[in-house]
T-cell receptor, first 118, second 114 residues
């Protein structure tokens, strides 16, 4: 069964450094998302992406964050200058359209990248 | 704004007994409701969803959920729990179809004891 994959599984970085989290969505999916979960808190939406542009973003997704689909398979989240409060589990998700061009509603998630900012 | 409440941080159940994981929601308009499960070191796995139609929705691994509009609830159930069902369960909602974000509950840890 196709799965969303994410690398690395765990990233440790120093405050102020840039990090790039990588995701490979399911191959025929067209919509991509990033969510994050701070330890002990809810899973929160960051950004959605379709047709090479951001569809929607939350208030968390400020100028320090950016997303990119650099090629036909990868979807990346960049944090330009990490802060302590960016420490969290980051989840990538993707969803598809069916053959009739209808959005199918279900988002499929990757295993997450645990980001630790020291 | 949408919101989801999972009132229990932890649910313990004996193997073979029925289990219920509770979820209530708040949303404008018709809700689109989802349950996801997270096993250790794994991502969020889709279990089931309610979009429209029958209030009782059946999903993966023998789980089902009942949509109750009057109580704004979408409780997850299974008739007979397995030790392998032990995991973290998340309820999520969106207000309508399309490329819109999910709003999650904080999760409920289910522990099934042999």
């Amino acid at each position: 069964e196709p799965e969303v994959t994410q690398t690395p599984s765990h990233q440790v970085t120093q405050m102020g450094q840039e990090v790039i989290l990588r995701c490979v969505p399911i191959s025929n999916h067209l919509y991509f998302y990033w969510y994050r979960q701070i330890l002990g808190q809810k899973v929160e939406f960051l950004v959605s992406f379709y047709n090479n542009e951001i569809s929607e973003k939350s208030e968390i997704f400020d100028d320090q964050f950016s997303v990119e689909r650099p090629d036909g398979s990868n979807f990346t989240l960049k944090i330009r200058s990490t802060k302590l409060e960016d420490s969290a589990m980051y989840f990538c998700a993707s969803s598809e359209m069916d053959s009739g061009g209808v959005f199918t509603d279900t988002q499929y998630f990757g295993p997450g990248t645990r980001l630790t900012v020291l | 704004a949408q919101s989801v409440a999972q009132p229990e941080d932890q649910v313990n159940v004996a193997e073979g007994n029925p289990l219920t994981v509770k979820c209530t929601y708040s949303v404008s308009g018709n809700p689109y409701l989802f349950w996801y499960v997270q096993y250790p070191n794994r991502g969020l796995q889709f279990l089931l969803k309610y979009i429209t139609g029958d209030n009782l929705v059946k999903g993966s691994y023998g789980f089902e959920a009942e949509f109750n509009k009057s109580q704004t609830s979408f409780h997850l159930k299974k008739p007979s729990a397995l030790v392998s069902d032990s995991a973290l369960y998340f309820c999520a909602v969106r207000a309508h179809s399309g490329n819109t974000p999910l709003v999650f509950g904080k999760g409920t840890r289910l522990s099934v004891i042999a």
